[in-house]
Antibody
Framework: QVQLVESGGGLVEPGGSLRLSCAASGFTFSDYYLNWIRQAPGKGLEWVSYISSSGRGVRYADSVKGRFTISRDSANNSLSLQMNSLRAEDTAVYFC????????????WGQGTMVTVSS | QPVVTQEPSFSVSPGGTVTLTCGLSSGSVSTSYYPSWYQQTPGQAPRTLIYSTNTPSSGVPDRFSGSILGDKAALTITGAQADDESDYYCVLYMGNGIWVFGGGTKLTVL
């Protein structure tokens, strides 16, 4: 079954850290770039981070640059997002989404994992 | 970072046609931005509708179509149905692995 499944969300205090994971299955992992996209409660979608199919290229939204680190593990077909120095405004559902080079679309999404930053 | 603009809300009658747009705060949207469109209902992950301006994603009904209208990307729903009532998001590819979402349009079918 072709799917992306996120995990690792939860409640964390401001300034804390959390690591999200996204397990991929049913497709050739190395053929796709991967992204994290988030949605704050009652708000719209916000692109957060990108990692290329090779893993050598990474990009971040200005809102998370210097605090979040994206990575991928081809051996385990998984994507991760290390989130440090968390702020209240990072509270959101975090989705992982894949895409193919030269097409520039998020063609499959996971179901999301909720991150709440609060004391 | 550039701002991608969408109508906050829109209303359409059942069976009617509606066009949602996706613009840039400064400049025009062209095919070079590879505009794509997503549909989302509350509590669900987004569903991909259209990519590369006008290519429908697999399984998307042909009442959904994409285009460039003037200086904006557009999503047209022809023959709207009750279950088209959703939030619709466009996203533009800025190059170099960076995307920007619009704020979304809440579509009401009544």
């Amino acid at each position: 079954q072709v799917q992306l499944v996120e995990s690792g969300g939860g409640l964390v205090e401001p300034g804390g850290s959390l690591r999200l994971s996204c397990a991929a299955s049913g497709f050739t992992f190395s053929d796709y770039y991967l992204n994290w996209i988030r949605q704050a409660p009652g708000k719209g979608l916000e692109w957060v981070s990108y990692i290329s199919s090779s893993g050598r290229g990474v990009r971040y939204a200005d809102s998370v640059k210097g605090r979040f680190t994206i990575s991928r593990d081809s051996a385990n077909n998984s994507l991760s997002l290390q989130m440090n120095s968390l702020r209240a405004e990072d509270t959101a559902v975090y989705f992982c989404a894949r895409g193919k080079d030269a097409v520039y679309v998020f063609d499959m999404w996971g179901q999301g994992t909720m991150v709440t930053v609060s004391s | 970072q550039p701002v991608v603009t969408q109508e906050p809300s829109f209303s359409v009658s059942p069976g009617g046609t509606v066009t949602l747009t996706c613009g840039l705060s400064s400049g025009s949207v062209s095919t070079s931005y590879y505009p794509s469109w997503y549909q989302q209902t509350p509590g669900q992950a987004p569903r991909t509708l259209i990519y590369s301006t006008n290519t429908p994603s697999s399984g998307v009904p042909d009442r959904f179509s994409g285009s460039i209208l003037g200086d904006k990307a557009a999503l047209t729903i022809t023959g709207a149905q009750a279950d088209d009532e959703s939030d619709y998001y466009c996203v533009l590819y800025m190059g170099n692995g960076i995307w920007v979402f619009g704020g979304g349009t809440k579509l009401t079918v009544l």
